[in-house]
Structures are given as structure tokens and as C-alpha cells.
């Protein structure tokens, strides 16, 4: 945890100086939020229904294997949706691309790898996400979900789920910097779609996710050996939350050597394991996919799966129903 996050989650008070920062990134986004409100700047209406899956603080929340499961829901639906992806991380510039199987993390993102592994179907990546939407529309998607954007007004989207984290909630409850959040706690109030991640007591919200890991899997697709739990592994990560990562291999009884934590996106390479000396490594699934060029037999990942409560699936499902009946789907 650096400097920032931990004055973010109260372990210090000096974030407090930064306060001035954060009255002027109060105004900026309350003019810019201002500008799209009264139609000073554009918008765009895709002619498919968008639904955005975000959050208001910084750092991890679960919005990758959310994106992935919600992906899943809807095509159980006879959906066939499209991804927007804005492939942070990535190389592709000004340009706005449908990732393909030949397409390594480096090329298009870490995130937007996994979920075209994972989903199985057309992900857009690009800083521009108009142009992603429209790509994905000439694809034949019929509905459209943007993986993060909450803040990117420009978009126009029929249905916001917001996440939390249920370990660190709004930490602070200030504004970047001297917070964690992009946008104040009033902000989840515009969506009745919050949901947090964990079975924490629930604060902020009425629904959950709860997050299974499962069986570790090599980080080489052709290696077949089975995960050893006796031995001592060095854990590797470069997530938004370290230590919810920690805490899963905790809970599957892994033990570790050594902890390794790299910034969010960080883009791996073989002297970045040079100090690991266990009888392995573990990463996520999210950095493993950075790493398959260069992996080791050792190397393995943990799987993560989720499943919302069954109270905000029904409420989703009716406003899919809604949706499916105003576009006419």
C-alpha cells in the first residue's frame, strides 16, 4: 500500500493536506458533469442498449470477473453482447480495435485479454469508446457493456451498476487526491445498481457478489501436473487490490515464501521473478495472461468466480426485460 492509499484508509493524516487539490478537482468535474448535463458538450445513443459497470474509488472492486460473469448472464439470455474496453496498459494508440486471438496483453491490455479469453466474445478496445461502441455494433452486437467509463459522460447508457469494495468501502470519503474517490458517495445514489463485493456487512447497499476462488491452473496451457498445496509458494500480483488476492490464497491454504506486489497494469517480464526462490509462483489470472510467453512449469494462477445474490439478479433480469422491450429486441 503506498503513501496515497494509506491516508486514503486512514493510516495517516498528512492526505489531509492535499485537500486543496481536491476542492479543484471538485469544481473541474462539477463543470465538466455540468457540460453534458445541460447539452453544453455532446453525447452519443448507440442504437443498442449500453449498460456500464464501474465504480467511484480508485483501486480494485471485482469489475473484471463481474464483466465477465454479467457477459455470461446475457448471452444465457440470447443476448450477443460487445465489450468496451479501454485497454489501459495497451499499444494501440489513437486507435480503436477488436482484440483478436493473435493479440498478446502487451498489444491490446491486460484486462481486455482476459475477458475475450474468458467471455468469448467481441471486445473493443481503444481510449475512444464511441468509436468501440461502433465497432462492436458492425459486428452484430446487440447489446453493448462498457468495462469501467462511470465517468465518461459522453456515453450514453441505459443501465449504470456501480461496485464497492466491501473490505474498504469509500475509505476517507474524499475526493482524489486527498480520497479514493472519482466521484462523491451521492453519486451511488443515481443508480439502484450498487453492489458490493464480499459479505461484509452491507453499508452502502442492499446486494452482493460473493467471490470464489478455485483450484490453481498453470500459467502454461500444456502442462498437466496438478497444484501442490505442501509446498511454499512466492506470490506475484499487479492488481488494484493486493490484498484481497492474498487473503483468497490464505483462504485456499497456500502458503507462501515471499509477497511481490507491482503497480495495477504493470507489464511483466522474466527479471521482474528474479528474486523468487519458492517452489513456485502464483499470480492472478489477470497477470497471468502477461506472462504466457515467458512462463515457467512452475508458474500458476488462481481462478476467480463470481455470483451475485439472487434478490439483484431478479432486479436485473426485470430491467433487462425492459430494455429487450425498448429496443425491440
Known sequence: MNWFEKGWYKQHKFIYLLLPLTALFWALSAIRRGLFKYGLKKTYKASAPVIVVGNITVGGTGKTPFVIWLTQHLIEQGFKPGIINRGYGSQVGNQNVIVSAKDN??????????????????????????????????????????????????????????????????????????????????????????????????????????????????????????????????????????????????????QLLEKYTFIDHHQFSLSDFSQCEGAGIIMTEKDAVKCNEFAQSNWWYLPISIQPDQSFIQKLDQQIINLRKQYGL
Request: glycine share 6%.
Open 105 to 254: 496483453a502487451v498489444d491490446v491490455g491486460d484486462e481486455a485479454k482476459l475477458i475475450s479469453l474468458k467471455a468469448q466474445v467481441p471486445v473493443a478496445v481503444g481510449a475512444n469508446r464511441i468509436k468501440s461502441a461502433e465497432l462492436l455494433l458492425a459486428q452484430g452486437c446487440d447489446i453493448l457493456l462498457c468495462d469501467d467509463g462511470l465517468q465518461h459522460y459522453k456515453l450514453q447508457r441505459d443501465l449504470e451498476i456501480i461496485l464497492v469494495d466491501g473490505s474498504r468501502q469509500l475509505g476517507n470519503q474524499c475526493l482524489l487526491p486527498a480520497g479514493p474517490l472519482r466521484e462523491g458517495k451521492w453519486r451511488l445514489k443515481t443508480t439502484d445498481f450498487v453492489i458490493q463485493n464480499g459479505l461484509q456487512p452491507l453499508v452502502l447497499t442492499d446486494y452482493y457478489f460473493s467471490t470464489q476462488a478455485q483450484v490453481p491452473k498453470p500459467v502454461l496451457i500444456n502442462n498437466s501436473q496438478p497444484f501442490d498445496y505442501q509446498l511454499k509458494y512466492d506470490a506475484v500480483c499487479a492488481i488494484g487490490n493486493p490484498q484481497r488476492f492474498y487473503q483468497s490464497l490464505a483462504d485456499k491454504k497456500i
